[in-house]
């Protein structure tokens, strides 16, 4: 402080500020985003825009075209014939819908076996045959009733349809030849990659196993996950413009006001900054922090956040149990901070971290606009490093999923296994040893659980693994997760896999950091267990909601609760009061 006065003093002497006194615009902007009482609301209202934009609005139409059409079906390019293929593809799809209904009321599985496009024995004039006669059968005034499921939102709704609407859909459906519209027909259709490498596969005469092992496993596992490339970068985008321009210095600034009082200095929202991004530079950037008390309950707590890696795990979830609900992203960074302010809470008032945290001074830049090429190239930066991830860590871990996945032994042979005989598998075989674990927090299948483990190489892989046990089968793997999963039990999930052990490369950090086996081994421990007991109680009382409620679950979930609450507000070891001073310096 004596420095910076005395440099003051030189520097007072050598010039004359113009509107001496007077309130800078970088002042002016901190008087309302520095606010004692502002600066968080505004805060939030920050992120939830910045996940909104990047998760639900521009991010998710990005990234839906990436999914259904780079490493989907295709996409009609410019758009060209998408309007029209849409029409066509709706009105074939009610008629369907209609027809569904009559046939699964009637029962009339011949008639169910002769529309079926699937069947290697499907000829459409046997088909329009088949229906024309099932319609005649049916009187005009006969009803079936029909569940509709949205597939953006998985809502249902009931609706009944009569033998006049039968045989109106019997007309449109044959007048389609009794197929679904090809979108190649309509406008300029670029077929999808997996298209594309099926066709080349096939031209070769590609053995079936590895045609599994491309398209199920490298494909279906390394797509799933740079679908959501487009979305991350959307995101990195705005961290970046955030960083560049100044607003996240005062965060830190502002957050040391709130961490101080719960026993963190505000350094260590500079670890947790960093760690949106990546696990690893976060972890590494506790080296700042003096006190060895502090660093290490840093350390422990900064993979709480959200990090780049874990975004399109977040979107999936949000996707495919939630409708793409706007308040699922930004949620999940909001219970990372809770995590670790909480977190920070209950260490501190423990003997290994007591004590007052170190102080914290730090220069706050003037507001600038950062120029261009700065935020595209720390989005870029930090997007190539997610994609070079995906090309070689979870490249290497889909195709061990795919080959436990698609091999086990059946009547005592090991072979490869069918779609339906997937719960023979060597992974099923280890899933299910280990899902009775999970089976308190709601998701106790073992493709969740096994997800979950892989998620321990390199977070991306959830999505990775989810897209290939869920991607068989019928119905997209959204819809599959869906029928999987409830609200609670998916955000459960989500929490679980949020706040537990990061990936391998963020333990290594850790390890490294913290030069010794044992705190390793208690960071891993405490984080697992701290994701555990929260997801488990989120699904325990959410279940209270949807009327599976377990007696014993919830008594449990009362004592944790209660346990927690004590844990938070008894007083700390040292002494009763932190000090909260914290010293801004323009």
Known sequence: NERYVYIASIIKQCYKKKNNGGLTVSDKIDKIVTNRILALPIFAVVMFIVYYISVTTVGTVATDWANDGVFGDGWHLFGIGAGEYEDVSGEFGDAA???DAFVTAEG???????????????????AASALDAFAASVSDDATANY?????ETLAEEDVTYTGAELKEAVATYASYGCEEPDPAD???????????????????????????????????????VLGFVPQMLVLFIFLAFLESCGYMARIAFVMDRIFRKFGLSGKSFIPILIGTGCGVPGIMASRTIENERDRRM??????????????????MIAGAIFGGAPWVAPSAYFLGIAAII??????????????DPAPFVMELPAYHWPTVSNVLRSMWERGWSFIKKAGTI???????????????????????????????????????????????????????AVASITGLVAKENIVGTLGILYGGGDGTVYSNMASHFTVVSGYAFLAFNLLCAPCFAAIGAIKREMNNAKWTWFAIGYQCGFAYLVAFVINQLGSIALGTANVFGIIVSIVLIVLFIFLLVRPYKESTTLSDRAVKVK
Not at 108 to 126: G, L, P
């Open 394 to 448: 979870i490249l290497l871990s889909t195709i061990i999923v795919w080959f436990t996945t698609y091999f086990g032994v059946v009547d005592g042979a090991f072979r490869m296994l069918t779609e339906d005989e997937i719960s023979n598998s060597i992974l099923a075989t280890i899933g299910n040893a280990i899902a009775w674990i999970f089976a308190p927090l709601g998701w106790g299948n073992w493709q969740a």
């Open 108 to 126: 009339a599985d011949d008639v169910a076996d002769a529309i079926d496009t699937e069947s290697d024995t499907f000829d459409a004039a046997a």
């Open 97 to 99: 819908n209609v027809i």
């Open 186 to 224: 309509y406008g300029v259709w670029v077929p999808g990659l997996p298209g594309i490498i099926e066709s080349g596969l096939d031209a070769v005469n590609c053995a079936d196993w590895l045609k599994g092992l491309i398209l199920d496993g490298i494909v279906a596992g390394v797509g799933a």
């Open 342 to 355: 909480c977190s920070g809470i209950i260490l501190k008032k423990t003997k290994m971290f007591a004590g």
């Open 298 to 315: 840093t350390i422990m707590t900064t993979t709480f956040i959200p990090c780049g890696a874990k975004l399109p795990f977040i979107a």
């Open 147 to 151: 569940t509709l499921v949205d597939e």
